[in-house]
């Protein structure tokens, strides 16, 4: 069977990867990706359906840390029209209000028992933060307390982020907040209780780009081909199947053999442990795996509709549901984002079902738009089960049940996938658990990256993601250390300027 042999072996070309074949094609470095994939994108990948309604996995915003990033953006997407640039819009759908995100800051809109009961709180969590200013939080619930009292916990943020993360906020560590989110001023809440006023938190600026064509993914499919196609290998046949860490060797589904001297995995860290073998300390690192870490998987349903979508809506951009009225716990107005989000006005589609499915459907001929699309995210843990036979119908209903379609609404197209590996959860165990794993693969030259890779959720994003790849390069090529996998307070706190110099191997 096949061998091969390259300095740098990356697998997998999600942001990660793609960040690390980046940096090492501009080093002239000799190295090979590999991704069992078909494409580029990974979890930032896009579907089509076969309406011709796109859907990201899940809501894809990017913020950006890093100037190095935005060139690399820039570079494969560089023309105005690649882009449309929206204001970002967003509520929170509580006690039948829409209110303004950050909740906190906005409970002016809600019924008055609930602002009482909020304003207990963030008073009695201000006298607490003023009397033990030492005090560290330990789980996330403490934080949430600590910043924002009982009240505002109770009401949104115990159960929106249960929603979210699968699992409750006393199983949640605080440390991946990092120094940066400051409590709200009960202060400033009460003045806009009492003029009943919003604070609409996003400020006059705060907008973001996505791309006009193809989602997020045709971002990651514009960076991969700024990469040479003699470094990149998709498809199944590429996966990665076993490692001989101390052979420096990867097996793949197609019987080839990789040899490396070095090794960047975005893979999830947990399968990458389960298939390397030769290694010292494995089973204490499977066990730190086991009892340390945590995450939750996301499905994404889509919903294509007919017609135009619900006034109330309008400029929303994405919405969050904390309440036990429908299942997910966010919805993305997609065809906000860009037209081709969905199919163009004159394209036919038959009607698959009314939004309010106790409705028959009157019209069964093929017939033409406008359209509009609605994204939803739902988690799913041991904790928190989905019913995957009706979640499908569950999210249509809990659409018309919050507001966000119409009964008599027409689906002509519907999206569902389940990613197994959605959230890397801040469970408690985390950190111990990755202070044990990562140097034992460090030390055998693996270095495991990413999202899942390196299981922080605090730099998990795409810029993130993307930059832990450029890192790794780096460090894997010239050992230079990595800000992004080991200093996320300063990442996610400082300007964003950073360029990298060419250097040459
Ligand atoms: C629901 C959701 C919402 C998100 N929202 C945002 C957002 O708003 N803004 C933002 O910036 N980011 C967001 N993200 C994060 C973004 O998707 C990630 O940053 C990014 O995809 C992680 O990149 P990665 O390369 O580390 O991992 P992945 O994207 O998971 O890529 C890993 C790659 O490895 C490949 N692979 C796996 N196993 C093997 C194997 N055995 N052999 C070979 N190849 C293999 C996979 O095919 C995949 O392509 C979100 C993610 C999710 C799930």
Redesign the pocket.
Known sequence: MASTSVDLLI?????????AAKRAQEQKANFVL????AE??????TAKTDQGFLF????????SHYAYFDDVIHEALPNESDWFTHERVSYVKSRGKWVPYPYQNNISVIPIEDQSKAIDGLIDAAVTRAQTPHIKPKTFDEWIVRQMGEGIADIFMRPYNYKVWAVPTTHMQCNWLGERVAAPNPKLVIQNVLHKRTAGNWGPNATFKFPARDG?GGIWKAVAKTVSPNYLRFGEE????SIDAKGKTVS??SGETIKYKKFIS???ID?TLS?TKNVDGIDGAKKAANDGLVYSS?H?VGVGYRGVPPPDIKGMCWLYFPENDCPFYRCTVFSLYSPYNVPGESHKTKTIQMSDNSKPVTDKSERPGPYWSLMF?ISESHMKPVNHDTIIQDTIKGAVATGMSRGDDEVVSIYHER?D???PTPSLGRDDALKQILPVLDHHDILS?????SWKYEV???????M??VEAADYALYGVPEMTLNYPDIINGKPNKERRLNREM
Do not use: C, W
């Open positions: 697998a997998g070309a999600g942001p990660t990867g793609l960040g590999v991704d069992k994939a580029a994108g990974g979890l930032a990948s990201d996995v899940g809501g894809h915003v990017i913020f997020t590429n996966g990665i199947i793949l589904k975005t893979m999830p399968y298939i996301t994404v995210e990613f590996h959605g959230y990256r990413g999202r899942f890779g998990g994003n795409q810029d993130h993601s993307f832990l790849g």
